[in-house]
């Protein structure tokens, strides 16, 4: 009887610090950065936004570009986001063929040479500034190529986040030290306690 007590209360216990675990999880996926920038402005075959710079890896990057693109010539010109791989072959590409049209694409970066995209990892290649190169596949030679990097700048919500996360645990060993804490009370005074030998003992201290 006492070691099933035991038993459940030490359940109880792992069930509680157990029940944190799947917020946990949630609470470890990478960051995500959403970027919208212009892919062809006016009549220059550039992208508005030349480096992307991620606050850390690993990242989910979700990447929209829109055509700005305005004639002559006429019609405007077809533009694109795309990235290779090491070999290298085009591992991620996404159209904007007309002024207006937008398009999005989402990967996961990470680090400076590794994309995680549709299923499968894969070593990026390279641009001259030393992080991921992204390009515009009619465009590229005309100079029309952007760079995706890591740091450089500071982001407030890395350190919140640190700060949240230590918060989290240490609030989440209080709460566990405290089941544990009861529990061993619990038995401790159990033990230390006189047992009343029969029921008559317990009628003359009134507990029935
Ligand atoms: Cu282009």
Redesign the pocket.
């Given at each position: 009887m006492r070691s099933a007590s035991i038993v459940l209360a030490l359940a109880m216990v792992m069930g509680a610090a157990a029940s944190f675990l799947p917020s946990n999880a949630r609470a470890l996926e990478p960051p995500k950065l959403s970027v919208f920038f212009e892919?062809?402005v006016g009549n220059d075959?550039i992208f508005s936004l030349k480096t992307i710079v991620l606050p850390s890896v690993p990242i989910i990057l979700n990447v929209t570009i829109i055509n700005n693109s305005t004639g002559p010539p006429s019609p405007p010109?077809a533009?694109?986001f795309s990235i290779r791989d090491n070999t290298p072959a085009t591992r991620i590409q996404i159209w904007v063929n007309t002024t207006g049209a937008r398009a999005s694409v989402e990967f996961a970066v990470n680090s400076t040479k590794e994309i995680y995209y549709g299923g499968q990892l894969f070593q990026a290649e390279s641009s001259n500034a030393g992080g991921i190169k992204f390009f515009?596949f009619?465009?590229e030679q005309a100079g029309?190529v952007g760079n995706i990097v890591v740091g450089g700048v500071s982001t407030p919500q890395s350190p919140e986040l640190g700060i949240f996360l230590r918060a989290y645990w240490i609030g989440i060993i209080g709460l566990v030290a405290m089941l544990v804490w009861t529990v061993i009370t619990y038995f401790i005074i159990k033990a230390t306690s006189r047992h009343h030998a029969d029921h008559s003992e317990h009628i003359r201290r009134g507990l029935t």
């Open positions: 892919a062809g075959t010109m533009h694109t515009c009619p465009h029309m």
